[in-house]
């Protein structure tokens, strides 16, 4: 049974960080390619970040240079490292799992980031 647990979101002021952890189950996580998504009140959900089985990382335009994606295949874990964070990117932080063309995706339940004074 694939099971994706998110963890690390909660209260931080602007210009804070975070660390969000996804810790992955159920599957061959070293396979997979690991992404972060968000979805902010009233909005679609969104790419966040995303790295390849291979260990190659790509962002979106509105976190590159403040957010870092990296994974650690012995823990079958994927995280988010968010600094500088902004009032705008409060939102429900979502893990997805994904074996391109074989199976997935998998979701996690989310962790909410709120960036406020």
């Known amino acids: 049974q694939v099971q994706l647990v998110e963890s690390g979101g909660g209260l931080v002021q602007p210009g804070g960080s975070l660390r969000l952890s996804c810790a992955a189950s159920g599957f061959t996580f070293r396979y997979y390619a690991m992404s972060w998504y968000r979805q902010a009140p009233g909005r679609e959900r969104e790419l966040v970040a995303a790295?390849?089985?291979?260990?190659?990382?790509d962002y979106v335009e509105p976190v590159k240079g403040r957010f870092t994606i990296s994974r650690d295949n012995a823990k079958s874990t994927v995280y988010l490292q968010m600094n500088s964070l902004k009032p705008e990117d409060t939102a429900v932080y979502y893990c997805k799992a994904q074996q391109y063309y074989i199976d997935g995706p998998y979701w996690g339940k989310g962790t909410l980031v709120t960036v406020s004074t």
């Open positions: 790295i390849s089985s291979s260990d190659t990382a």
